[in-house]
Antibody, heavy 118, light 107 residues
């Protein structure tokens, strides 16, 4: 059974940093692209970033480019999102999601809440 | 960036109704269109990928059709567990954009 478990969310002040983690199990982790997708309270879904299976390719939404960094450790079956210079508008539930063959978000974690507030 | 526009934004329907949600892309995305269902407080769940392929475990009352810029999600006979918000999403290019969502409510 595919499982994705996010952690690392919490309350942080504007300008602060936070590192999210996503632990994967139930599949060959190093064969798949991984993503972060977020959802602000009461709002829709926004793709944030993806990383290729070998970490050779990374992509970011314009809203987080230069502030967020995605990485992965295939030995630990984990993907990370380092978030710096956080803004109030980054407040959201952050989901980890695995790509499928057509780049669909095939499996999702339960999400971790990040709140940016003073 | 490719813009995804869903309609309607919300709808009210009864159990047993046939429900149709449309999604339009701002440029051609071939068949790289996916549909998700999200219930309150839960992660989204993939229903349809590549415009018309049913994800494993998803009931056959859900179906999708379309290519290019115009796509449709149909629920053939609405069930109580189908009341939720539905999102389309294109995986043709980055950023991988979502529609704004369609909330399906009980009439």
């Amino acid at each position: 059974e595919v499982q994705l478990v996010e952690s690392g969310g919490g309350l942080v002040q504007p300008g602060g940093s936070l590192r999210l983690s996503c632990a994967a199990s139930g599949f060959m982790f190093d064969n798949y692209f991984m993503n972060w997708v977020r959802q602000a309270p009461g709002k829709g879904l926004e793709w944030v970033s993806y990383i290729s299976s070998s970490s050779s390719t990374k992509s970011y939404a314009d809203s987080v480019k230069g502030r967020f960094t995605i990485s992965r450790d295939n030995g630990k079956n984990s993907v990370y999102l380092q978030m710096n210079s956080l803004r109030v508008e980054d407040t959201a539930v952050y989901y980890c999601a695995r790509d499928g063959r057509y780049s669909q978000f095939e499996y999702w974690g339960q999400g971790t809440l990040v709140t940016v507030s003073s | 960036d490719i813009q995804m526009t869903q309609s309607p934004s919300s709808l009210s329907a009864s159990v047993g109704d046939r429900v149709t949600i449309t999604c339009r892309a701002s440029q051609s995305i071939s068949s790289y269109l996916n549909w998700y269902q999200q219930k309150p407080g839960k992660a989204p769940n993939l229903l349809i990928f590549a415009a018309s392929s049913l994800q494993s475990g998803v009931p056959s009352r859900f179906s999708g059709i379309g290519s290019g810029t115009d796509f449709t999600l149909t629920i053939s006979s609405l069930q109580p567990e189908d009341f939720a918000t539905y999102y389309c999403q294109q995986s043709y290019s980055t950023p991988r954009t979502f529609g704004q969502g369609t909330k399906v409510e009980i009439k």
